[in-house]
């Protein structure tokens, strides 16, 4: 059961990526919000960063977007965040939920975010920064909160 008012658990929403991993997390009125994406060159290090934000946050479950395809079926990359999944639990230890992650990065690229980028350059600076990343972890977040009857959609 949940508590009347608040969000009795602190979550970490999370958009996995082999390069970048995007990063959210909810606030107590359960409103998701992105956090910076773990986008170090070196898979340890991107676990280094999920693991502060963790304990900073003191978040007691993860929230991982699950790459369904349109039809609800499992995608090649369902393996690929499997194996992912089972190295968070190995490190973490933290209830994971698996939450499909259909359409996230479009609906993260209505939110809005820095602009159109003018150039290729900016494009691939954009892409590096890891912020649609981390905004689609935000709207995945999002949508498991409201589907829990917490926060209020976007």
Do not use: M, W
């Amino acid at each position: 059961t949940r508590p009347a008012c608040g969000v009795s658990s602190v979550y970490l929403g999370i958009d996995y990526g082999a390069k970048r991993v995007g990063l959210s997390h909810a606030d107590g009125l359960g409103f998701a919000f992105p956090l910076p994406a773990a986008v170090a060159s070196e898979a340890e290090e991107r676990f280094a960063q999920i693991g502060r934000e963790i304990a900073r946050l003191r978040v007691t479950q993860l929230v991982l977007g699950y790459p369904l395809s349109v039809e609800g079926e499992r995608t090649k990359r369902c393996d690929e965040v499997d194996a992912f999944a089972a190295e968070l639990t190995r490190r973490f230890g933290l209830p994971i939920e698996l939450v499909d992650e259909a359409l996230s990065s479009q609906a993260a690229d209505e939110l809005g975010g820095p602009r159109k980028p003018r150039s290729a350059q900016e494009r691939r600076d954009q892409a590096r920064s890891g912020e649609r990343d981390s905004r689609a972890a935000a709207v995945l977040l999002q949508d498991f909160l409201n589907s829990r009857g917490i926060g209020t959609s976007l």
